[in-house]
């Protein structure tokens, strides 16, 4: 059985960071770029954009435009991509969307508490 934590990694995380980078290199950055500021390499940020990965989760509205307003204080330099995953990981959490992706990826009940102990 995958944990609530192994969820995120395989599944929520991917679907951030190809956001990211979309949001990133629409405001103008270079693949190369991009990967430097989110600590990935250039294949990752290619394997994104074209949907080899983190293309299994659709990212909400809402949520994405929290990440866009995110990849612009990263631009300028206000914020590091950490943070910013975090912050965005915390806002899906509120909502309960990571728990909608884990019901749909594991056998772990409707009515778990995992993440909320």
Not at 5 to 15: M, S
Not at 51 to 60: A, C, D, L, Q, Y
Request: glycine content about 4%; hydrophobic content about 40%; some cysteine.
């Amino acid at each position: 059985m995958e944990t609530p934590q192994e969820v995120q990694v395989w599944y929520v995380l991917p679907a951030i960071r190809r956001r990211f980078a979309m949001h990133l290199l629409a405001l103008g950055l270079k693949q190369k770029e991009v990967a430097s500021m989110m600590g990935i390499s250039a294949p990752a940020v290619n394997q994104y954009l074209k949907n080899k990965r983190g293309e299994e989760i659709v990212v909400p509205e809402q949520i994405d435009r929290e990440i866009a307003k995110s990849a612009r204080d990263l631009i300028a330099k206000k914020s590091q991509i950490g943070f910013e995953t975090q912050k965005i990981l915390k806002k899906m959490s509120a909502a309960g969307l990571i728990c909608t992706v884990c019901h749909s990826h594991t056998n772990i009940t409707k009515d778990c508490v995992i993440c909320f102990r």
